[in-house]
């Protein structure tokens, strides 16, 4: 169960399910936070997986990998379906998943994570006359600093999906569509400081990557 539930936070992550969406970034590259995420390999864990910081070593089967690299994020949820959840996944596995997109942090009590989507989530193409695939929204999840490092980047924090409100009338929100779209800033910042049950996520900086890293 605790396996699903993570896949569920990488799902959100990848595809905004019923998390917040908006029509364009509500946030502008000026208002990105001084002190980033570590680039390289994190992990991302539910409650009772432990993953330490490891040059060398492998994350653990509980943990689901997650690389930054100078302002984009990739994972695999298929991948990470197939190795969670086992053999009965490998159909949802095949399904063509976003598996990158640019991001932008953002100062705040949570911090903001504003997942840029649209091109930037490099989706191979649809198959022989199939419609083209429309482009995902931009998405948003908030994220508590636990630690960070001598340069100020931020290296171990906890991770949620910023979800749609229960009321179809919400303030500063649009719900005339599938999912919500959020409209204001305060409004999205409202949303962020409601933790979700079961959905909340420590993401560990494991190591660097090639051509990423703490250099600079």
């Known amino acids: 169960m605790k396996g699903a539930l993570l896949i569920i936070g990488v799902a959100a992550m990848a595809l905004s399910g019923c998390a917040v969406v908006s029509d364009a970034p509500l946030f502008g590259e000026d208002q990105a936070s001084a002190h980033p995420l570590a680039d390289g390999l994190w992990a991302m864990s539910g409650p009772g997986c432990e993953v330490h910081a490891d040059p060398t070593g492998a994350l653990p089967d509980c943990a689901i990998p997650v690389s930054i690299d100078h302002g984009e994020m990739r994972w695999d949820t298929g991948a ?18 976003p598996k990158t997109s640019a991001f932008r942090l953002v100062d705040g009590d949570p ?106």
């Open 80 to 97: 990470a379906l197939a190795r969670t959840l086992g053999p009965g996944a490998r159909a949802i596995a095949a399904m063509p998943l």
């Open 111 to 216: 911090n903001i994570v504003e997942v840029l989507n649209g091109a930037t989530n490099q989706m191979p193409p649809p198959p022989a006359g199939a419609p083209p695939r429309a482009p995902l929204k931009p998405g948003y999840l908030a994220l508590k600093v636990l630690h960070a490092d001598t340069a100020g980047r931020i290296d171990q924090a906890v991770l949620w999906p910023i979800l749609c409100p229960p009321d179809a009338d919400h303030p500063g929100f649009d719900m005339s569509s599938a999912g919500c779209r959020v409209q204001t800033v305060p409004a999205l910042r409202e949303r962020a400081a409601h933790l979700p049950p079961g959905l909340s996520y420590f993401m560990t900086w494991i190591r660097e990557e090639p051509n990423t890293g703490r250099s600079g």
